[in-house]
């Protein structure tokens, strides 16, 4: 796929495992994510993960960094696609070098058109996100502001004639405002599934069996306080009246029952999959 843009790169340097990348999607967002840009973004690449598709992104902070780590959690295959060369000190940025190990050791890849040698700079990242762009049948952006880095690898979508996708976001956020203008001016395909992706580019998808988990009072109690946004949990505690305790046992089996996300930060939001089991 690569091959077929009109300034695709020269020559690449990899580590890792560069057989077998395709069908593959990539997936890009803001680095500042709000939490329902993180919940998006995490459901969006663990369902695409369970369909095999290769994930490629930039490995950056937020959006980038979510889908990476999901694709990992659900024995997945993703690519980053760096700005800087591929020499332990110049991966970038430093706070996701053990990240890269990770994808490297679960027979993902590092891909790089700069020498190994080479820092990161400024200019080196809106170049390469057009690597990111032809590597893809798709790109996804997710959460973007209005003149946001990951607008770059949209334009590079179009231009590649590959299918870009956007998902809505609120109207009053700024993170939100670049996907919701690429909707709006038509060109990008809402999104609000997988599933979505899958049937634009003609990948079956595949079926799996969802058992409906019978839910506790507690866990519809903290399902419906879910609902409008992701809360802490204090304000949990607060709002349900549990103890401590208690709380964090029924939280722990809602997690591993796939119902709730956790966010980090002991910041808890609903898994948008489950939402119609209750």
């Known amino acids: 796929?690569?091959?077929?843009?009109?300034?695709?790169?020269?020559?690449?340097?990899?580590?890792?495992d560069i057989k077998n990348i395709s069908p593959s999607i990539s997936i890009v967002g803001t680095r500042k994510?709000?939490?329902?840009?993180?919940?998006?973004a995490e459901n969006l690449s663990k369902k695409l993960t369970e369909n095999k598709?290769?994930?490629?992104?930039?490995?950056?902070?937020?959006?980038?960094?979510?889908?990476?780590?999901?694709?990992?959690?659900?024995?997945?295959?993703?690519?980053?696609?760096?700005?800087?060369?591929?020499?332990e000190q110049n991966i970038y940025p430093k706070?996701?070098?053990?990240?890269?190990q990770e994808i490297i050791k679960n027979k993902g890849a590092l891909i790089s058109e700069y020498h190994p040698n080479t820092p990161p700079a400024p200019y080196n990242f809106p170049l390469r996100n057009r690597i990111i762009a032809g590597l893809s049948l798709g790109t996804i952006i997710i959460e973007?502001?209005?003149?946001?880095?990951?607008?770059?690898?949209?334009?590079?979508?179009?231009?590649?004639?590959?299918?870009?996708?956007?998902?809505p976001g609120n109207i009053n956020s700024p993170v939100s405002v670049g996907a919701n203008n690429l909707i709006k001016n038509k060109q990008a395909q809402l999104i609000t599934d997988?599933?979505?992706?899958?049937?634009?580019?003609?990948?079956?998808?595949h079926q799996k069996e969802e058992k409906n988990?019978?839910?506790?009072?507690?866990?519809?109690?903290?399902?419906?306080?879910?609902?409008?946004?992701?809360?802490?949990?204090?304000?949990?505690?607060?709002?349900?009246q549990l103890d401590y305790s208690e709380l964090s046992?029924?939280?722990?089996?809602?997690?591993?029952?796939?119902?709730?996300i956790n966010l980090g930060n002991m910041e808890y939001g609903i898994n948008l999959d489950k939402i119609k089991f209750f």
Do not use: C
């Open 95 to 100: 706070l996701n070098w053990q990240l890269s």
């Open 33 to 40: 994510a709000s939490n329902y840009g993180k919940i998006i």
């Open 213 to 240: 988990v019978p839910l506790s009072e507690k866990e519809k109690m903290i399902l419906k306080i879910l609902q409008k946004s992701p809360l802490h949990i204090n304000e949990i505690i607060r709002k349900t």
């Open 144 to 167: 973007s502001k209005e003149k946001g880095g990951s607008l770059i690898t949209a334009k590079y979508a179009l231009e590649y004639k590959r299918k870009l996708f956007a998902v």
């Open 194 to 205: 997988a599933k979505d992706v899958l049937d634009v580019l003609k990948i079956k998808a």
């Open 53 to 87: 598709i290769v994930l490629i992104s930039g490995m950056a902070i937020g959006i980038d960094t979510i889908v990476h780590k999901t694709s990992l959690k659900n024995n997945g295959k993703t690519v980053a696609v760096l700005g800087s060369g591929l020499s």
């Open 1 to 16: 796929l690569l091959k077929k843009i009109k300034n695709a790169p020269f020559l690449l340097y990899y580590k890792g």
């Open 249 to 260: 046992t029924t939280l722990t089996l809602m997690e591993l029952n796939n119902l709730i």
